[in-house]
């Protein structure tokens, strides 16, 4: 696969950022002391979005220490709108308590946990869907079978790491096959540093 970024010095620049951990992986970041795993960049994009749609609910795949959903939850507080819901297979006591942040236990693509959500995602409002957690392609193109159709026009889509291909690849397919739901948001990627390069999305239907 060829780079998903749009000049060479934007590719070099993070692929140079993500070697720093001794090869590892990006640094760690944190957002009022828990981790999050994402570039400080989307996160800047991320309160722009959130600012910019007010959405009444976060819908995001992939909790992990939960650093990102606390990230959103303070930005959902500043509004005084909103709640997050987010979805891990694997459990953890240590994640923030938040009174915005709701969360669901199970694997994202199972249907008992898309129910749940789905429960729990009833007021109207706009949504933010955000895709963090497996990054394999047929996970991420299951995923957003499942859960796109709970967007809606002027919702948000953002599909994670597609800086690593799979989620990439992942999402092609799926607006292969649903070419008119969603329009890409390039404007997103103006930072040049990303690891959602093309996984920035407008639900338009
Ligand atoms: C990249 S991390 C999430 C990072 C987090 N959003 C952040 O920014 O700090 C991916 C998480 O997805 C979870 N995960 C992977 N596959 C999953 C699946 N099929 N269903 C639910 N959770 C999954 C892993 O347990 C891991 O905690």
Redesign the pocket.
């Known amino acids: 696969m060829g780079s998903p970024f749009k000049d060479e010095l934007t590719t070099k620049f993070h692929d140079h950022y993500r070697r720093q951990t001794n090869g590892e992986g990006p640094p760690k970041i944190k957002w009022l002391g828990y981790?999050?795993?994402?570039c400080p960049m989307d996160l800047w994009i991320y309160q722009e979005i959130i600012y910019e749609i007010q959405p009444r609910y976060i819908i995001?795949?992939?909790?992990?220490?939960g650093?990102?959903a606390l990230f959103m939850a303070t930005i959902l507080d500043v509004l005084g709108y909103g709640n997050v819901v987010t979805?891990?297979?694997?459990a953890d006591e240590f994640r923030p308590k938040h009174p915005r942040i709701q969360y669901i236990t199970g694997?994202?693509?199972h249907i008992e946990t898309v129910q749940k959500v789905r429960d729990l995602v009833q007021d109207p409002g706009r949504r933010m869907l955000v895709l963090?957690?497996?990054h394999d392609h047929d996970?991420v193109y299951q995923e957003l079978m499942l859960y796109a159709p709970m967007l809606r026009a002027e919702d948000y889509l953002i599909v994670e790491d597609t800086n690593l291909g799979g989620p990439l690849w992942g999402l092609e397919r799926f607006l292969q096959e649903i070419p008119d739901k969603f329009v890409r948001d390039e404007e997103r990627e103006r930072l040049l540093l990303t690891f959602n390069p093309q996984g920035y999305l407008k639900c338009i239907a």
């Open positions: 981790d999050t795993l994402k995001e795949g992939g909790t992990c220490t650093g990102s979805i891990d297979w694997d694997n994202t693509i963090d957690d497996g996970h």
